[in-house]
């Protein structure tokens, strides 16, 4: 006996149930045809997708835990919470929470600012989140990019404007020509009208620092600087 076409078309199209291979569940396949693909159920098919966008999740962040390596000088790279000078103010910087207003972490040397700030950066990193860093050869670096041209200076100053989070470690310490200064103050200026938070480490408390800049940008910048950051003084 022949089967018409017709008939096969039927016998295809029709649903076909199924043992699901995972959980042995019975669930109906919507046509028959497909039936010889498909193995597990609509719950396991679910649990399957969700166990993939999990793994590709943790890739991504061990991905993110290496590159921090390209990013972290190596001397910040292994800080021992315990071995710090100030341990208690590591707790009082990670406890920030991304937002418009950053930190000032000010005191000596050798208090540990600068080694927090990179733990807090590292964390905002893995967090996805856009940093960069500015450090102590900040100018020279803003130098030698105003050698290259002024579109590279341009750029430069703009990925520091733009960036969710920017670490200024040390910045103000060198001398600040007036060039530099003039970058540093469009730059916080900027983020503070875009609501871009920075983090400062510096040995001057607000009115040291003053001092030492230019005094007609000096206290349009220390404004500025207290507005958009909450101090964290490191002192016993
Ligand atoms: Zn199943």
């Not at 679910?46 to 890739?59: F, L, P, S």
């Not at 418009?100 to 950066?121: N, V």
């Amino acid at each position: 006996m022949t089967t018409s076409p017709a008939e096969i078309l039927a016998t295809a199209t029709a649903p076909a149930v199924k043992v699901c291979r995972e959980c042995g569940a019975t669930f109906t396949c919507e046509f028959a045809y497909a039936a010889q693909f498909v193995h597990v159920c609509g719950t396991c098919s679910d649990r399957h997708a969700a166990d993939d966008q999990r793994r590709a999740i943790e890739n991504s962040e061990q991905r993110r835990r290496s590159a921090w390596a390209s990013v972290c000088p190596f001397t910040y790279a292994e800080t021992d919470a315990k071995r710090l000078p100030l341990p208690h103010k590591l707790s009082e910087v990670m406890a920030w929470q991304y937002g418009p207003r950053g930190l000032l972490l000010h005191g000596p040397t050798g208090s540990g600012k600068s080694r927090c700030a990179w733990l807090l950066m590292r964390r905002e990193y893995l967090a996805f989140r856009w940093v960069r860093v500015l450090g102590c050869d900040a100018g020279i670096e803003y130098a030698a990019k105003f050698g290259e041209s002024t579109v590279a200076a341009a750029r430069w100053i703009e990925k520091a404007c733009d960036a969710n989070l920017l670490l200024l470690d040390d910045t103000f310490k060198a001398r600040l020509t007036d060039s530099f200064e003039s970058a540093l103050f469009t730059i916080i200026a900027k983020r503070g009208e875009a609501g871009l938070p920075i983090i400062v480490t510096s040995n001057d408390d607000p009115d040291s620092l003053a001092a030492r800049m230019t005094q007609d940008r000096s206290a349009p910048l220390i404004r500025r600087l207290r507005e958009m950051t909450r101090p964290i003084a490191f002192t016993k």
